[in-house]
């Protein structure tokens, strides 16, 4: 019986097994999907033995994501791009390799839910610096966009993460956000503003296109003030819960053999449980 699990420390609030173990009922499959709590200083046995403790594979949730990607034998390039790890798996010959398909969730999510978004596409706003924009950036580069205004609180942390991805992507001061916005055809806010017990995000969308895409990685609430001031005026929206259902199609594929669909059932199943 194949077995996968999570790996984080802390761990209890993660959604994966949700998703993993609707999967595996759906499709009839005798496998197995555990959370395992690993603290960092045992992190390097934990992956270690993978396979002596029955798993072949895992997800990796915070802290661990770095540190899973320099344990790993063989990673692809999004990890490398990414600099993390979100799901790692076992050949044939006992060797751990790592991928992180956060990138791939996003867009997968985005084609979905907006699938006109790079029509007559402008720019892209991206709000924030961190691991979530490094892999949305690494996603929409990879879609061909070509112009990317990075904006976050931090400015040297957007400066240290553009250069990372060359011409593709500049920098803009975070207080310039608004008038930004009249070039942008799409706006994403990748940083925890707007998340349950956080400040909101504040930004007035007046600027941007009436053609425009508004997409927000917080998927608690599923409805942030940005999604809903977007919708009121008439934008197109796109909320965070599918990237997490996305990303998590290729280590199930991975694990178990089957590539499950993201539907809207599932969707309503994670979101009884936020």
């Known amino acids: 019986m194949p077995r996968a699990c999570v790996i984080g420390w802390p761990v209890e609030h993660s959604r994966s097994p949700i998703i993993h173990r609707y999967w595996l009922a759906k499709y009839g499959i ?34 661990h994501k770095e540190a899973a990607l320099a344990a790993a034998q063989f990673t692809d390039e999004a990890a490398v791009t990414i600099g993390a790890a979100n799901t790692l798996w076992l050949d044939a010959d006992g060797a751990l390799h790592a991928s992180n398909t956060d990138a791939y969730g996003f867009m ?7 699938p006109q978004w790079n029509e007559g596409l402008g720019a892209v706003m991206v709000l924030g610096a961190g691991g979530a924009a490094r892999a949305i950036l690494f996603g929409l580069i990879e879609a061909g966009v070509t112009r990317i205004l990075l904006a976050n609180r931090t400015r040297p942390r957007a400066g240290a993460l553009a250069k990372v991805f060359g011409p593709s992507v500049e920098v803009i001061d975070w207080e310039k956000r608004d008038a930004a916005l ?93």
């Open 182 to 274: 009249a070039a942008c055809g799409l706006l994403i806010n990748a940083t925890s503003l707007g998340m349950t017990g956080e400040a909101v995000l504040d930004i007035d969308l007046a600027a941007l296109p009436a053609d425009a895409v508004v997409t927000d990685i917080v998927y608690n609430p599923l409805e942030t003030k940005l999604l809903r001031d977007a919708r009121a005026g008439g934008l197109t929206t796109v909320d965070g819960l599918g990237m997490l259902l996305h990303q998590a199609v290729p280590g199930f594929e991975r694990w178990f053999g089957v590539r499950p669909e993201v539907t809207p059932e599932l969707k309503a199943h994670v979101v009884a449980t936020l």
């Open 108 to 114: 997968r999510n985005l084609d979905a839910e907006a």
């Open 30 to 63: 005798d496998g197995a999907y555990d959370k395992e709590a690993v603290a960092p200083d045992a992190l390097a046995e934990f992956l270690g033995s993978l396979g002596t403790r029955g798993y072949v594979g895992a997800n990796v949730t915070l802290p």
